[in-house]
């Protein structure tokens, strides 16, 4: 009997604990806001726009405060959108940047895929709607923007304070390298896709040494034959243009003419070809461009380099890129060995005539000089994956002696859309197990054989869109 008070008088005490602790458990959820959108807003300078449903996620639209510029905080601050895919407070985080506008709809990139985790996407400094008003044009450059991501990563470790992996893909890929670069303790690890690195902006000899041999001969005499074509029927071709400019009110200012627009839209059609297409689709070429008619010409052109790309109202979107790669990125010029000199009046055009006059310029040679030496002595648990077949490739980071727990990887046949999903079996088991590693979810398997690596998440046909991101004209 009295064993039975006791037991009876120690459950009583024991619930009264538990409901104790409950009550307080709830007090404190209600007074620090435990939901993971509460938690985001009580970052300071954090705002939401919008929440979207998804399945198994929480997925927010959100502006946050930063400096103009990052040394001098106090002189006036703009709003950065980001975008956080949320899966758990207890996963991995990656943060992504594409180096330009951040997409408002739902996506999961690859490493996210793999590492089954949250993802914080960025929109690059100054395009817009994150964009300075006024716009301080030198406020603009890979430090500052670096210095972006790892204030914005400091205020969000307090939330996702797992490890954190830095993917993005072309200029998303530079962009998570200079991060990298300026920030080294930040980051677990890094991905980069398809990043270009410029070292020498004058020296470009890599480029056409690319466009000699890549695919086959029969590809490589298609596309130039309906390159040149469009140069030889300039005339009719660009009546044609302008008929199109007119009736889609299109203007010429920024780059200077019709005639220079047109030339670059040609000029990029080889180019845009190997970035975005694959060998296969060389069939979609007209396969004698001396016999194909005007339109055919113009509509082959058309959808590979775009000709709205070089009009104001094209190119306006697109004023932060052409102004940072004529101030640090560099740009790339190629020669054409297959079109005769007389019918070629600009050649590649440098990116001064892709922005505004208004604007200021001035070229920095020694930025990209300074990040390529980085990554060859200093680069700690970074990845680098390109395609056989993506010409932006051409010029790529390499791997010096200092460098640790480093990869550069090739995935055969792809273009600017390559991805660790394409690289042959061995090197895709093995990128897969370092990213989880890196990431501190590699299971005990993968630890001990990391042929065995695997994403951890399901396939989503939504989330996991591997498509690349087309971009007419001559961009990363």
Not at 86 to 100: A, I, L, Q
Not at 102 to 116: A, F, H, L, N, Y
């Amino acid at each position: 009997m009295r064993k039975a008070l006791r037991w009876l008088l120690a459950l009583v005490v024991l619930v009264g604990t538990v409901s104790t602790a409950g009550a307080a458990t709830a007090a404190q959820t209600r007074a620090t806001g435990t939901d993971i959108k509460d938690r985001l807003l009580s970052i300071p300078g954090m705002s939401l726009i919008e929440e979207k449903p998804y399945t198994g996620y929480r997925f927010f639209v959100l502006n946050y405060t930063q400096p103009v510029d990052h040394r001098h905080p106090s002189k006036g601050t703009f709003q950065q959108r980001i975008t956080v895919l949320h899966k758990g407070v207890d996963r991995p985080t990656v943060f992504y940047t594409g180096g330009y506008n951040v997409s408002t709809t739902p996506s999961r990139r690859e490493p996210t895929q793999i590492v089954d985790g949250n993802q914080v996407s960025l929109e690059y400094r100054f395009f817009t709607p994150s964009r300075p008003a006024p716009a301080d044009w030198s406020k603009l450059d890979i430090w500052q923007a670096a210095s972006d991501q790892h204030r914005l990563f400091t205020a969000l470790k307090q939330v996702y304070s797992h490890r954190w992996i830095a993917t993005g893909g072309s200029k998303g890929g530079m962009t998570a390298t200079y991060y990298e670069r300026f920030y080294p303790r930040d980051m677990d690890g890094v991905v980069a896709y398809v990043a270009p690195n410029d070292v020498v902006n004058d020296e470009d000899s890599a480029y056409d040494r690319f466009f000699e041999t890549v695919g086959t001969k029969e590809c490589r005499d298609r596309l130039g034959a309906v390159q040149r074509e469009a140069l030889v029927r300039r005339e009719p071709l660009e009546e044609k243009y302008a008929r199109y400019a007119a009736d889609n009110h299109y203007s010429f200012t920024t780059i200077g003419s019709l005639d220079r627009a047109y030339e670059a839209v040609v000029l990029d059609y080889v180019w845009g070809f190997w970035q975005y297409s694959l060998l296969k689709d060389c069939d979609t070429i007209p396969a004698d461009a001396r016999t194909a008619t005007d339109q055919q010409i113009w509509d082959s052109v058309d959808t590979i380099s775009g000709f709205s790309a070089y009009t104001d109202q094209g190119l306006e979107t697109y004023t932060p890129y052409y102004y940072q790669a004529g101030t640090q990125l560099g740009a790339p010029t190629i020669s054409f060995p297959h079109i005769e000199k007389q019918l070629i009046r600009y050649g590649y055009q440098p990116p001064r005539n892709f922005v505004p006059r208004s604007i200021p310029m001035r070229f920095e040679p020694w930025a990209m000089r300074d990040v390529d030496t980085w990554v060859r002595h200093h680069a700690d648990r970074m990845m680098f994956v390109y395609g056989q077949n993506d010409p932006w490739g051409s010029e790529r980071f390499r791997l010096g002696h200092g460098a640790r727990d480093s990869y550069v990887f090739t995935a055969p046949g792809m273009n600017h859309g390559a991805n660790v999903a394409g690289l042959v079996p061995a090197q895709k088991a093995l990128a897969t197990a370092r990213i989880l590693d890196w990431a501190g979810v590699a299971p005990a398997g993968v630890r001990e054989n990391p042929s065995a690596a695997r994403p951890l998440a399901r396939p989503d046909a939504k989330l996991d869109v591997r498509d690349v991101e087309r971009e007419p004209a001559l961009r990363p």
